[in-house]
């Protein structure tokens, strides 16, 4: 599904340039659950956006779904992006002034999805994650939680292959984290493609596979033994 080869990324620093990934090599199955670790600053969120395509790599090759990354152009990149990935940020990311419902309509409307379809699809993704009856209450009637909730939900909506979460649970209590990683579980039960960083021990546990980085590269990348999150809750 992911296959990435000698991956290098730095930013420009005025004169100075900091070399956050520095030969990053790794591969994701179709069906996994993994979890990437690291102190702050150790690039897991650069490494995130890379494979999310929401930046490029400086070197090194990025093949998703069989298609080297590289060799799109910017339409077709996006078009890419669209299909194949979904997001999940710490913030959540919604529109204040949107219900749940619209919330979740919105990348389709950017697909071009017709309305009503839009609206029968958004509403079985809200429904999938528990908010069928907050449709049509806005963010800020909703507990963190249910946020976080909405935004699977508009993640899942446009049917990505992979979904990538930059610490989903970051703003959460431990018990709601739980909550959202026991949602996480079911929906790689079903068997999508998912990759979390985060930075709680706990929250990693619950994956099936844990990435560590370091100064740059991986220094351990281990399959694990699942922990349930429902047990916690
Ligand atoms: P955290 O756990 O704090 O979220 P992280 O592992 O996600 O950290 P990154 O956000 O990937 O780390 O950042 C890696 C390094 O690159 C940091 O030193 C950061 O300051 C730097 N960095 C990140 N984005 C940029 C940018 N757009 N321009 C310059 N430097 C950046
Ligand atoms: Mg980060």
Do not use: C
Not at 83 to 106: C, E, P, R, T
Not at 149 to 176: F, H, M, N, Q, Y
């Amino acid at each position: 599904m992911i296959e990435i080869k000698d991956l290098h990324k730095s930013y420009k620093m005025g004169e100075n340039s900091l070399h956050v990934l520095k030969g990053i090599n790794f591969s994701v199955e179709e069906g996994e659950l993994v979890a990437i670790m690291g102190s702050s600053g150790s690039g897991k969120s650069t490494l995130l956006n890379i494979l999310g395509m929401l930046d490029e790599a400086d070197e090194g090759s990025y093949t998703l779904d069989g298609v080297p990354i590289k060799n799109l152009n910017e339409k077709l990149a996006a078009q890419y992006r669209n299909k194949f990935l979904g997001f999940i940020f710490q913030s959540f990311n919604l529109i204040n002034y949107k219900s749940a419902l619209d919330n979740v309509a919105l990348p389709l409307y950017y697909q071009g999805m017709k309305r009503s379809e839009r609206m029968v699809r958004s509403m079985a993704y809200l429904e999938k994650v528990g908010l069928a009856d907050w449709a049509s209450h806005k963010p800020n009637e909703l507990s963190g939680g249910q946020k976080q909730r909405v935004a699977i939900a508009r993640a899942l909506a446009s049917d990505p292959k992979v979904l990538l979460a930059d610490e989903l649970t970051g703003a959460l209590d431990s018990t709601t984290s739980y909550e959202i990683m026991d949602l996480i579980q079911k929906i790689n039960d079903e068997g999508r493609t998912i990759l979390i960083v985060t930075h709680e021990e706990d929250i990693a546990q619950m994956t099936k596979r844990i990435v560590n980085l370091k100064d740059g590269v991986i220094i351990d990348d281990k399959k694990i033994n699942q922990v349930r999150a429902i047990q916690n809750v």
